[in-house]
């Protein structure tokens, strides 16, 4: 049985800083795998954040959160981290990560909920004004 699971999220201040982890068990970490960050607020839909590749450790960030938010690992792609910088309120969310095996770029990867088989429950993180 697959299981991902989160830990790090917290309340922060806004402008504060969370590292967030997932860890993954049970899933076989070849080339075509891969390990996503994504965030979920209140009423709104789940996006990406970031995800990584077990092929040469290949990351993809979305446009939006890149430069504050960074995706990384220190071996095999399990753990995976997201450092996340200069919160923002509206980015309080329970964020979660996923992996997929999967045969297309990062980019399409990201946006294509199919190749997203396992999920984790998920960390809260709030961000206060």
């Known amino acids: 049985e697959v299981q991902l699971v989160e830990s790090g999220g917290g309340l922060v201040q806004a402008g504060g800083s969370l590292n967030l982890s997932c860890v993954a068990s049970?899933?076989?970490?070849?080339?075509?795998?891969?390990i996503g960050w994504f965030l979920q607020a209140p009423g709104k839909e789940r996006e990406g954040i970031a995800c990584?590749?077990?092929?040469?450790?290949?990351?993809h960030h979305a446009s939006s959160l890149k430069g504050r938010f960074a995706i990384s690992t220190d071996n095999a792609v399990n753990p995976v981290y997201l450092q996340m910088n200069s919160l923002k309120p509206d980015e309080a969310a329970v964020y979660y990560c996923?992996?997929?095996?999967?045969?297309?770029?990062?980019?399409?990867?990201?946006?294509?909920?199919?190749?997203?088989?396992?999920w984790g429950q998920g960390t809260q993180v709030t961000v206060l004004s």
């Open positions: 049970g899933f076989t970490f070849d080339d075509d795998a891969a």
């Open positions: 990584i590749s077990r092929n040469e450790y290949t990351t």
């Open positions: 996923a992996a997929a095996t999967y045969d297309a770029p990062l980019p399409v990867l990201m946006v294509t909920p199919h190749y997203w088989k396992h």
